[in-house]
């Protein structure tokens, strides 16, 4: 890894009935050393993604640890040569990760965790499980686990309807589900046992978490991340996946060399549409 910014991740589901006189301090601090990135702010908790220098990032921990709701939040972390974000948005939300089922809440009850060891392990010892992909349709196509199951959603509150299509007889077998770092699955595993599935694993940590501890083996492609780099490789490096100006899909190499690709205009999956 290299670059000198560096790009952290995190997220806590908790109680924060104070939400809204967090939103002010937040913005003070980030405006304060001069950190890119977004802070979104609900009452089941905190999401955030923050670039700057090491120093910065370090600051604004020590200040983000000040409240014991949000001390040892776990960080995923990688670095680029330039600053991936173009402003600084404290927001405040209804949910940090949006999928519309209120009677889901991860502070108090969420899936079994899955340490990226131990689903290597589980792979590498050819065990037979079903590893779900939790992200949108247009992030799986940029990479994703070998024989990954995925479900063609354009966005995560797709997830539940989709989870009711699916063959009822995996509801009995072994399921690992994934997404990014993992927010989005302390709300799917959820869905998923209230679907009838009955051994429910969710990958500590996601994608990034997985490359972090194991590496890239078992994953075919790069990862989609939501910032300029667009997407990184199992060492967390910016790679060559693009983004349409226009329409905001990832475009891997092979769709750059189509005609239909003009940079800043369009790409084969909006050319000649309104």
Known sequence: MSGTVVNIAG????????????QQPFRNICQKLHLKGTILLAHEGI??????????????????????????IPLKVSYSDYQPFRRMNVRLKKEIISLGMNHIKPAEFTGEEISPTDFKQLLDAGEEVVILDTRNEYECKIGTFQNALELDIRSFRDFPSAVDELDEQLKDKPVVMFCTGGIRCEKASVVMLDA??????????????????????????????FDRRVAVNPQLEETDVVQCYACREPLLLEEQDSDDYVVAQSCPYCAGKK
């Open 47 to 72: 999401n955030f993604f923050l670039a700057g220098s090491q120093t910065e990032i370090d600051l604004f921990i020590a200040f983000l640890e000040q409240d014991e709701r949000f001390q040892d």
């Open 11 to 22: 997220y806590r589901f908790a109680d924060l009935p104070d939400r809204n006189n967090l």
């Open 196 to 225: 009838g599935f009955s051994n429910v694993k969710q990958l500590k940590g996601g994608i990034l978490g997985y490359f972090e501890e194991v590496g890239g083996d078992y994953w075919n492609g790069d990862c989609f991340v």
